[in-house]
């Protein structure tokens, strides 16, 4: 694969260039609030102010709201509406700990089960990565086997080195996808040692850790300490911030709207947080805030590498970063018994 | 005025059982004539009436909602139509600052014997809710 | 100021007066403070007091098993007065250690006001009546009344109205009634159909992760109607025309009994104006019934109490 550049400044023809086959999905802001949407067709102002969105790019795959099918009831019988196969779309701009959050909630949307609308969504989007020139002081992805810059999950990864943008193909399709641009050019050596020294400053700038050695075993040895998981679990409000906000979670519920003979299946998010999430007739197992956050921790930590051998944890930070109450997963884990504590911040 | 064709309001009445309901009972047997634009919903007493109950009906598609008690000082459990007073006046008032008109939501007191009351009462809110037409507050984008 | 107040909760533990102690503790980020829950007596030396010490603590009172001493704001006692009022919180089972307070400083304005993130900014120094903002070498000076948080600029409580001990001195409130209600008076100047517009494309934005909800100490329902699915009131999707009813019930619900600390709209992640309703709510309140909410402990509770005759003429 070869290294391509492109100056800063031609970015909107070239995201202009890929308008006519996708649907563009850029980085913008609403109400101040950072998201994924739609590119207007010409403000790229976002390559100035971008850090990460509130909301991670899961959102375009498994949305806070989606119609699973709508139904209708007449004479005749049933009828069934399915939504249709998505259009194309290209994300632009996604960091590298989102890319790698979808990659690994594709694991479970792949499993036993194939999940039909993630899956059209999924087919059908490109991801081209932007790699963090600025992470904030609430990352930790080096601790998490990642990089500021990590290009694995992406088609193709652009990094930021002025004036101009390194382009990396990671892909075939990415090939593909600079063929017709004339904008886009060969990259040099030098330019790409500038990019090196760019990333390596990036990676420099990510002081918060965590030690994941044996993490899933400490948890397990940690299991029935009930006032080890109350102290841990004081603070918390039981909200669903941090669930909804992360990138490795994927838990919802389903919810059937009905008016007269008519009506539609949705799908939203959910969350382990919620205190009714997993009540059943008989009982709740998960009744007690402590028995929510022994869980969330777990399932991140040690179940799902368990299943996935991979920690559902990508070092994005959002959950730190606008929890409520500023509970901090790496403060949890750095203070595990049997944890290196290495981690630094302000 | 002029009668809007097509559209009829429809109006949920949330009577108490004690005096509204058989106020509403007493203009039936009255022989009152009130139009027929009103769906009753009989409850123990207005002070069983949560707000929530008003929204949800707006959302489903009701053009108004009334809930009607028995007078202050007079109520069946003593204090339960103070207690809808104070709510439903916040929620009126609060329905108007987000955009909900005022008149769509509406409360009376009516005696269990006042039946003429009643038709009364319910022929001002259909006339009301009438000028302020039908209520598409809720409805989906594109319906 | 600190010290006083290590001391005093250090001492509510030793003598065993409580159970736990609740406060403010440095946080993980730059300028942050977290809640501190904690029985041991070695945590006390954390307990700080600063213009970062946002979160409503009366919120825990409703969880916490045992006797508390906890640090309270003006509004914070407020909240707590009214839990007791409510019979949420047995007056003998809490022990307040007030903190009167000048004012909290919103982060996000200094953001918004410096361009930068709090990450890259060096220092927020609070002088007085300025604020001093050092980030890249440069310094700004900057009114408080523009980096304050509305509900404080608007703030009527400043020293909590109950406590058992107070940390400093009272101070006086801020007071301000056009600065804490801008977006309120905007709101009232539309017309109804340009304030629907307004609220329906804020609501369409809500994921209804239930921060709102669950940082508010005057939600303590054990299960909130958005729960009951038998009948379901509202759906467990983010329909937008779900969400408003959410949220409008919400502040029904809560009336008499929000003391506008702010946090709905502070935890909000996707930034929607709920302090807009709040407030308006409890303006509502006192002008409708002249009550304010957790100034009386005695008092019955607004939904408790009537008049013999009142708003008699929004009724038929």
């Known amino acids: 694969m070869t290294t391509k550049k492109i100056r800063k400044k031609d970015i909107g023809k070239l995201l202009g260039i890929w308008s006519q086959e996708f649907s563009v999905i850029v980085p913008s802001k609403e109400e101040g609030v950072a998201k994924m949407d739609r590119w207007d067709g010409k403000d790229i102002s976002f390559l100035d102010w971008y850090r990460n969105t509130v909301v991670p790019s899961k959102d375009n795959f498994l949305p806070p709201m989606e119609k699973m099918f709508s139904f209708q009831k007449n004479r005749d019988g049933y009828h069934i509406e399915v939504p249709q196969d998505e259009q194309k779309q290209l994300i632009f701009g996604i960091r590298p700990c989102d890319a790698r959050g979808i990659a690994i909630i594709d694991k479970v949307f792949t499993d036993t089960y194939e999940d039909r609308y993630y899956l059209s969504k999924r087919k059908n989007t490109i991801l081209i990565g932007l790699s963090c020139t600025n992470p904030y002081d609430s990352c930790f992805c080096i601790s998490l086997g990642l990089k500021p810059t990590e290009s694995a999950d992406v088609d193709l990864m652009f990094t930021d080195m002025g004036d101009e943008f390194l382009i990396e193909e990671t892909a075939d399709k990415g090939e593909e996808l600079l063929a017709a641009a004339s904008v886009v050019k060969e990259a040099t050596k030098a330019d790409e040692a500038k990019a090196k020294t760019v990333k390596a400053t990036a990676s420099g700038m990510v002081m918060r850790r965590i030690d994941t050695k044996d993490v899933g075993e400490k948890l397990q040895a940690r299991f029935s300490d009930k006032d080890y998981w109350e102290k841990v679990a004081a603070k918390c409000i039981s909200c669903g911030v941090c669930t909804f906000l992360c990138p490795t979670c994927f838990c919802f519920d389903i919810c059937d709207e009905l008016v007269k003979k008519q009506g539609a299946r949705y799908r939203g998010w959910d969350s382990c947080s919620f205190r009714l999430y997993t009540k059943m007739p008989m009982e709740n197992p998960r009744e007690e805030k402590w028995q929510r956050v022994r869980q969330k921790v777990c399932h991140k930590f040690e179940f799902y590498p368990m299943n996935y051998d991979v920690i559902a944890c990508t070092g994005c930070g959002r959950c730190i970063r606008l929890c409520p109450v500023n509970w901090d997963i790496t403060q949890i884990l750095s203070r595990l018994p049997g944890s290196v504590t290495s981690q630094s911040h302000k | ?143 | 100021m600190e010290q006083v107040l290590r001391k005093e909760a250090r001492k509510l533990l030793e003598e065993e007066k409580v159970d736990y102690i609740v406060g403010f503790a440095p946080g993980s980020l730059k300028f942050s403070t977290t809640p501190l829950i904690t029985k041991e007596k070695e945590e006390i030396a954390s307990l700080v007091i600063n213009p970062f010490i946002v979160n409503n603590l009366a919120k825990f009172l409703t969880e916490v098993r045992g006797r508390v001493g906890i640090v309270a704001k003006g509004c914070d006692s407020r909240s707590i007065v009214s839990l007791i009022q409510d019979n949420q919180v047995v007056k003998e089972d809490v022990v307040i250690i007030g903190v009167p307070c000048s004012g909290l400083i919103d982060i996000v304005k200094v953001e918004n006001l410096v361009g930068k993130d709090r990450d890259e900014i060096d220092d927020i120094a609070l002088q007085g009546e300025k604020v001093v903002v050092t980030a890249g070498g440069k310094k700004r000076e900057l009114p408080t009344k523009e980096v304050f948080f509305e509900h404080c600029l608007g703030c009527e409580f400043p020293t909590p109205q109950e406590y058992d001990t107070l940390i400093g001195e009272p101070v006086a409130a801020l007071g301000d009634k056009e600065l804490s209600r801008k977006k309120i008076k905007e709101l009232q100047d539309m017309t109804p159909e340009q304030r629907w517009a307004f609220w329906k494309e804020q609501f369409r934005r809500c994921i209804r992760c239930y921060a709102c909800r669950q940082a508010c100490p005057a939600c303590f329902c054990e299960r909130c109607f958005v729960e009951e699915s038998q009948p379901q009131w509202v759906s467990s999707v983010p329909q937008w025309q779900d969400n408003l009813i959410f949220q409008v019930i919400r502040n029904i619900h809560v009336a008499g009994r929000c003391t506008d600390c702010g946090e709905c709209e502070r935890v909000c992640p996707q930034n929607i104006p709920l302090r807009s309703l709040s407030k308006k709510m409890s303006d509502l309140v006192e002008e409708m019934f002249h009550y304010k909410a957790g100034i009386d402990r005695s008092a019955p509770a607004l939904m408790s109490a009537y008049e013999h005759a009142e708003a008699e003429d929004l009724i038929r």
């Open chain 2, 1 to 143: 005025m002029e009668h809007k064709s097509e559209w009829e309001p429809r109006i949920l009445g949330v009577l108490c059982k004690w005096c509204s309901y058989a106020g509403a009972d007493l203009a039936g047997t009255s022989r009152k004539k009130y139009p027929a634009n009103l769906r009753i919903l009989k409850v123990p007493c207005s002070g069983r009436v949560d707000p929530l109950l008003i929204l949800k009906c707006l959302r489903l598609g009701f053009d108004g909602v009334v809930v009607s008690g028995c007078h202050p000082g007079d109520c069946h459990y003593q204090t339960g139509n103070y207690r809808a007073r104070r709510r439903i006046a916040l929620t009126k008032k609060f329905l108007e600052y987000i955009g909900i008109p005022e008149e769509r939501v509406k409360a009376s007191w009516v005696s269990a014997s006042e039946g003429l009351k009643f038709a009364q009462v319910v022929a001002e809110v259909a006339k009301d809710i009438e000028e302020v037409g039908p209520n598409k507050l809720f409805a989906r984008d594109g319906d």
